[in-house]
């Protein structure tokens, strides 16, 4: 669909003020010299595509041509999923914290968050935004929890959040598209309770969302799925061979990462010697049996964590080094001089890795940004506890519950 000049005066206004720079060449020319000539869709979805996604908002009530034309863009799954990609390997990235919430209606509570903004992948500059700057989800109004809420958990991807409150009510929401839905409840929330492991990905093969549920109960285990396109709850069976090694222990430090979701396995004893693994794609579990450097009998704190698309895995082996190796058993870095409570970030800029810091009461919490290569270590620390307990990383994203 061809643009016509009118528009292109709008066009032009719009990006000659943000990042002309940033377009190819030839994309730059037809842009240049489109006063003398149609501006073809193909160009204007190359351009988009580079546009954060206020932006994308914002462009749309330009006039009515636009709005049309952003809304066959934003309702196609192709440009979206592009779009998407494009804006999560950008230079920044937004954190979720469960600090004081905000009530700001009836049907909208927000969360504090702050911003990590790169560099050419070197962090110049880590800012920590004012209280004030709040990301806000929709209420999960349930008439049998007394403090609507407030110890909800959050599980990110792509822009979509699934929050479970303490009953295990759910509810998907894009905040920044300002769409929701309840779930359905799981078949098994009853029989079993409304505390199971979540695990929230997308399934690459349909791109689709998908929800895992496992109930370990007493010496059984039962798990079920949600398919967001389906809206709807399939129970899945696990094998008995793994059914055996993880009856009677739970599972701690879940993380979910490209599809695959992963849980470390705690025995009775409080060791870990195993992670188990959950593939969206297949509906199929699995185990990693050992863990580098030992079976981790006498490590401080392990946890889960990704460092350049990688699993890695993270704990104190003293009272002052902390330890992070790939599952291969290639260990990569020691980092020392930190005396507190620690845990690393899921996410990182190629040899720029986050650090949350804190003391056994949630005091003096601080996020370090650590180079890996260089060795540079920058503290940011936060007046109280508002950051002290890190949800999960945000991305403003088009992506509509309403698609599927």
């Given at each position: 669909m061809p643009i016509g000049k009118k528009s292109i005066s709008h066009l032009q206004d719009f990006f000659f003020g943000f990042q002309l720079h940033l377009l190819p060449a030839s994309i730059t020319?037809?842009?240049?010299?489109?006063s003398f000539s149609d501006l073809p869709s193909d160009i204007?979805?190359?351009?988009?595509?580079?546009?954060?996604?206020?932006?994308?908002?914002?462009l749309k009530f330009v006039n009515k041509f636009y709005y049309w034309v952003i809304s066959d863009f934003i309702n196609n799954p192709t440009f979206v999923s592009k779009h998407l990609s494009i804006t999560k390997n950008q230079s920044s990235t937004s954190l979720i914290f469960k600090g004081p919430l905000v009530r700001v209606s009836d049907h909208l509570i927000s969360y504090p968050s702050s911003t990590v903004i790169y560099d050419d992948d070197v962090v110049v500059n880590y800012s920590v935004t004012p209280i004030t700057r709040y990301i806000s989800l929709p209420l999960i109004h349930d008439e049998r929890c007394n403090d609507e809420n407030q110890h909800n958990r959050l599980y990110h991807c792509d822009g979509l959040i699934l929050q479970v409150n303490t009953l295990g009510k759910m509810m998907l929401c894009n905040p920044f598209?300002?769409?929701?839905?309840i779930l359905p409840e799981p078949n098994n929330i009853i029989l079993r309770g409304p505390h199971p492991k979540i695990g929230f990905e997308i399934d690459s093969t349909t791109n689709n969302y998908k929800c895992v549920s496992i109930w370990l109960y007493d010496q059984d285990c039962t798990v079920e799925v949600y398919t967001l396109g389906s809206d709807s709850w399939?129970?899945?069976?696990?094998?008995?061979?793994?059914?055996?090694?993880?009856?009677?222990?739970?599972?701690?430090?879940?993380?979910?990462?490209?599809?695959?979701?992963?849980?470390?396995?705690?025995?009775f004893n409080d060791k870990y010697k195993h992670i188990l693994t959950f593939d969206m794609r297949d509906e199929?579990?699995?185990?990693?049996?050992?863990?580098p450097l030992g079976a981790l009998l006498t490590c401080h704190l392990p946890h889960l964590s990704m460092w350049n698309d990688l699993l890695v895995l993270c704990w104190k082996a003293n009272a002052n080094t902390l330890c992070i190796t790939t599952l291969n058993g290639t260990k990569y870095v020691h980092l020392t001089k930190f005396e507190n409570q620690v845990r690393v970030l899921p996410f990182s800029k190629k040899d720029d890795i986050l650090i949350k810091v804190w003391r056994d009461s949630m005091t003096e919490t601080k996020l370090v940004s650590y180079n890996l290569l260089r060795h540079m270590c920058r503290e940011f620390v936060w007046d109280g506890n508002t950051f002290a307990f890190f949800e999960c990383f945000y991305v403003k994203s088009l992506v509509s519950i309403r698609r599927f």
């Open positions: 020319t037809s842009l240049m010299m489109a204007l979805m190359e351009i988009l595509f580079l546009v954060p996604p206020h932006s994308v908002l914002q598209l300002k769409e929701f839905k399939r129970e899945i069976i696990m094998r008995e061979n793994i059914k055996d090694i993880i009856r009677g222990t739970t599972l701690e430090d879940g993380l979910c990462w490209r599809g695959v979701c992963y849980w470390l396995v705690k025995f199929k579990f699995g185990l990693i049996l050992d863990f």
